[in-house]
């Protein structure tokens, strides 16, 4: 049979080939409502979905600062804990997630976030007694979190063409940070009228219905091997090698294409702000904390009171589906300019948001400590004066952080075309993150200043876009030739040295 002719890409020079199997997999399985469930866009909506049901929410109760309580030091801690966990089995779960399948190992991922959720209402129910419970589910958490986000990784890079990655991305994160805003509008409605300064029970069990609805989509989700692309080529599948060998392909992705280690800075710091964000608004109520997230607690948490907690929740949710899109869609996949403008764009629109955010972040920071906001004895309510400027502040990290996130990935997806690689990448990418991340709230949780945690976050960001610069420079071409980037001749060398897995 005579090789069939390579196809192009939506314009791109990136190489397909289409087999007989991919031709006679379109015919039998994608007319009729076959073919809507087949098409990429929608299984990229589906797996936005189980991150709404599960990230989302953990992302809404997060928000709250503390995870809704009065006291934070109990949700530091487990934060700490599971970013650890998180950070180490990130590192393996690209192999892992090559091994199980990304259906199964999305389906594991979501269960440590219903057990998450369910451990602060127990905390609720028992706040004397269940501290040791949310910190040890946590650290469970943290282990499924990186089976999770591995396996989301590599099919939110793999389904797309070159030309539609910035747009599948920021769909991705626009329904996953719905999640976010629904569970924090569902927050807002439920404490709108409350004077305490914790959520009540009836939060954290709507958190948790959801939640375990999220552990049941992944079984509804296509099988990615019969996946085709809106351009006709098909998602590349891999025989299945041992464990041995999907760790070897581990290291020779880092061998092979070491500009993965210039976005490593990248990575570190793309989860660091929250905690001072959080922090800020749970004090203010006057006042403003991790790297993104350590950040986002240290501001949320700190300074507001519940009422206030969770409108700042809603909107910053909300104004990441804004970014996500935003750069998505307008910046990245703009197909009239080359990619690699494209990438220079992303880097700069990204550069700006850095100084902009922190400056403005700065002005608040400077005017509270940890030990005054220990004496405020009423937090900042959005009825009173200086409450605006600081939910804008909130609506611009939420645009900052979904632009960085957005970004990241897309990057990633301009160095590969290949759903293995790709899975290694998204591993090394959710490691150092929660590398990150895990310090950070730990530091957060012992008590370090305010103003370090926030000049440490600063930097981060400003350093980890410096590094990556070169990299955008030296390796982001404007196509990706999949016969180089690709790493099946890997599976068939490693076969041969480890033997295959019975």
């Given at each position: 049979?005579?090789?069939?002719k390579?196809?192009?890409?939506?314009?791109?020079?990136?190489?397909?080939?289409?087999?007989?199997?991919?031709?006679?997999?379109?015919?039998?399985?994608?007319?009729?409502?076959?073919?809507?469930?087949?098409?990429?866009?929608?299984?990229?909506?589906?797996?936005?979905?189980?991150?709404?049901?599960?990230?989302?929410?953990?992302?809404a109760?997060?928000?709250?600062?503390?995870?809704?309580?009065?006291?934070?030091?109990?949700?530091?801690?487990a934060?700490?804990?599971?970013?650890?966990?998180?950070?180490?089995?990130?590192?393996?779960?690209?192999?892992?997630?090559?091994?199980?399948?990304?259906?199964?190992?999305?389906?594991?991922?979501?269960?440590?976030?219903?057990?998450?959720v369910?451990?602060?209402?127990?905390?609720?129910?028992?706040?004397?007694t269940?501290?040791p419970?949310?910190?040890?589910?946590?650290?469970?958490?943290?282990?499924?979190?990186?089976?999770?986000?591995?396996?989301?990784g590599?099919?939110?890079?793999?389904?797309?063409?070159?030309?539609?990655?910035?747009?599948?991305?920021?769909?991705?994160?626009?329904?996953?940070?719905?999640?976010?805003?629904?569970?924090?509008?569902?927050?807002?409605?439920?404490?709108?009228?409350?004077?305490?300064?914790?959520?009540?029970?009836?939060?954290?069990?709507?958190?948790?219905?959801?939640?375990?609805?999220?552990?049941?989509?992944?079984?509804?989700?296509?099988?990615?091997?019969k996946?085709?692309?809106?351009?006709?080529?098909r998602?590349e599948?891999?025989?299945?090698?041992?464990?041995?060998?999907?760790?070897?392909?581990?290291?020779?992705?880092?061998?092979?294409?070491?500009?993965?280690?210039m976005?490593?800075?990248?990575?570190?710091?793309?989860?660091?702000?929250?905690?001072?964000?959080?922090?800020?608004?749970h004090?203010?109520?006057?006042?403003?904390?991790?790297?993104?997230?350590?950040?986002?607690?240290?501001?949320?948490?700190?300074?507001?009171?519940?009422?206030?907690?969770?409108?700042?929740?809603?909107?910053?949710?909300?104004?990441?589906i804004?970014?996500?899109?935003?750069?998505?869609t307008?910046?990245?996949?703009q197909a009239?300019?080359?990619r690699?403008?494209?990438?220079?764009a992303?880097?700069?629109?990204l550069l700006?948001?850095?100084?902009?955010?922190?400056?403005?972040?700065?002005?608040?920071?400077?005017?509270?400590?940890?030990?005054?906001?220990a004496?405020?004895?009423?937090?900042?309510?959005?009825?009173?004066?200086?409450?605006?400027?600081?939910?804008?502040?909130m609506?611009?990290?939420?645009?900052?952080?979904?632009?960085?996130?957005?970004?990241?990935?897309?990057?990633?997806?301009?160095?590969?075309?290949?759903p293995?690689k790709?899975?290694?990448f998204?591993g090394?990418?959710?490691?150092?993150?929660?590398?990150?991340?895990?310090?950070?709230?730990?530091?957060?949780?012992?008590?370090?200043p305010?103003?370090?945690?926030?000049?440490?976050?600063?930097?981060?960001?400003?350093?980890?876009?410096?590094c990556?610069?070169?990299?955008?420079?030296?390796?982001?071409?404007?196509?990706?030739?999949?016969?180089?980037?690709?790493?099946?001749?890997?599976?068939?060398?490693?076969?041969?040295?480890?033997g295959?897995?019975?």
């Amino acid at each position: 049979m005579a090789e069939p002719k390579p196809q192009r890409n939506d314009g791109h020079k990136t190489l397909h080939a289409v087999s007989s199997a991919d031709k006679k997999l379109t015919s039998e399985h994608h007319k009729g409502l076959w073919a809507f469930y087949y098409h990429p866009l929608f299984q990229i909506c589906m797996l936005g979905f189980v991150c709404f049901m599960c990230p989302g929410m953990f992302n809404a109760l997060s928000g709250l600062g503390g995870g809704g309580q009065v006291d934070a030091r109990t949700a530091s801690n487990a934060n700490a804990a599971l970013y650890s966990t998180f950070a180490f089995f990130s590192f393996f779960a690209g192999s892992i997630n090559n091994a199980l399948g990304p259906r199964n190992t999305l389906m594991i991922g979501t269960v440590g976030y219903a057990l998450f959720v369910g451990s602060f209402l127990a905390d609720n129910i028992h706040p004397t007694t269940a501290g040791p419970f949310v910190i040890a589910a946590g650290a469970i958490l943290g282990i499924c979190a990186a089976f999770l986000w591995t396996a989301q990784g590599s099919l939110v890079l793999s389904y797309p063409t070159e030309a539609e990655k910035g747009k599948y991305i920021g769909v991705f994160w626009a329904i996953f940070n719905l999640g976010g805003v629904v569970g924090a509008a569902v927050s807002l409605g439920q404490n709108f009228n409350s004077e305490a300064n914790q959520v009540g029970n009836g939060t954290y069990i709507g958190f948790l219905i959801l939640t375990l609805i999220g552990v049941a989509i992944p079984r509804l989700m296509a099988d990615p091997k019969k996946m085709i692309r809106t351009d006709g080529t098909r998602v590349e599948t891999y025989l299945h090698p041992s464990w041995k060998a999907e760790f070897y392909r581990l290291w020779l992705a880092l061998r092979t294409d070491p500009m993965i280690l210039m976005l490593f800075p990248m990575f570190y710091a793309s989860n660091y702000f929250y905690t001072w964000r959080k922090r800020f608004s749970h004090t203010l109520t006057v006042h403003l904390t991790t790297f993104f997230r350590a950040e986002f607690n240290d501001y949320n948490q700190a300074l507001f009171d519940i009422r206030a907690r969770s409108l700042n929740n809603f909107v910053y949710w909300l104004s990441q589906i804004v970014g996500s899109l935003a750069i998505g869609t307008l910046v990245l996949d703009q197909a009239r300019f080359p990619r690699r403008t494209r990438a220079f764009a992303g880097w700069t629109i990204l550069l700006a948001m850095v100084f902009i955010v922190n400056a403005w972040g700065y002005s608040y920071q400077k005017t509270y400590t940890r030990e005054s906001v220990a004496l405020l004895t009423r937090k900042m309510d959005i009825y009173d004066p200086g409450y605006v400027g600081r939910v804008w502040l909130m609506i611009f990290c939420g645009l900052f952080d979904a632009m960085w996130q957005t970004t990241a990935y897309w990057l990633m997806g301009a160095m590969s075309n290949d759903p293995s690689k790709l899975a290694v990448f998204t591993g090394f990418y959710k490691s150092i993150q929660s590398a990150g991340a895990a310090g950070v709230w730990r530091a957060d949780a012992v008590g370090i200043p305010y103003m370090n945690i926030f000049l440490s976050s600063w930097c981060l960001t400003a350093g980890g876009l410096a590094c990556a610069l070169p990299m955008i420079y030296l390796r982001v071409k404007n196509h990706t030739e999949l016969e180089e980037e690709t790493l099946a001749p890997v599976a068939e060398m490693s076969e041969t040295k480890f033997g295959a897995e019975v």
